[in-house]
């Protein structure tokens, strides 16, 4: 009954060796979080960018609707 309790929470070998092995992970989901941020922040200044010449367009036909 021992044996069982302790087998599965025993590290492997693999698992034993540290953090240091895992850090490539960590780099690699950092930058990949950074690629997503900009992505996004990217995307968010097109999408202002369309909707200021959308206004822009829409001031433009208030003022030729009124003149008329």
Do not use: C, H
């Amino acid at each position: 009954m021992d044996l069982m309790a302790a087998g599965p929470l025993a590290p492997s070998s693999s698992e034993a060796d540290g953090p240091q092995d895992n850090l490539k992970f960590l780099f690699a989901v950092f930058f990949i979080t950074w690629i997503a941020f900009f992505a996004y922040i990217f995307f968010l200044s097109k999408r202002l960018s369309g909707m200021k010449r959308e206004i822009e367009e829409l001031r433009k036909s208030m003022v030729v609707s009124s003149q008329e």
